[in-house]
């Protein structure tokens, strides 16, 4: 099995910054998409930033020029840097990854618990 266990989360003021951190332990083999999922109170989990396998970054529109999400795949970790934060970016944000699990190919898809981001004055 493999775990994802996020941190770095917390209160800041609007305009602030913060950066969360996900690692992944367990039975890795390699990993193929790891990224960013938030989910507001009565809101849907959306995509907020992903390190796809190959090197290809995804970003949704809201945090385009404001996040960034990196990659240390000697750790299995995956970042992101979170700047100019707004009101509206509170929310859980939550790791998750597409895992290979063994050298046949046996494949983990999953989520990290979630870590709270609230951006308020």
């Known amino acids: 099995q493999v775990q994802l266990v996020e941190s770095g989360g917390g209160l800041v003021q609007p305009g602030g910054s913060l950066r969360l951190s996900c690692a992944a332990s367990?039975?890795?083999?390699?990993?193929?998409?790891m990224g960013w999922y938030r989910q507001a109170p009565g809101k849907q989990r959306d995509l907020v930033a992903a390190?796809?396998?190959?090197?290809?970054?995804d970003y949704a529109d809201s945090v385009k020029g404001r996040f960034t999400v990196s990659r240390d795949n000697a750790k299995n970790t995956v970042y992101l840097q979170m700047n100019s934060l707004k009101p509206e970016d509170t929310a859980v944000y939550y790791c998750n990854a597409d895992v290979q699990t063994d050298p046949d190919g046996s494949r983990w898809y999953g989520w990290g618990p979630g870590t709270q981001v609230t951006v308020s004055s």
């Open positions: 367990g039975s890795i083999f390699s990993i193929y998409d």
């Open positions: 390190v796809i396998s190959g090197g290809t970054i």
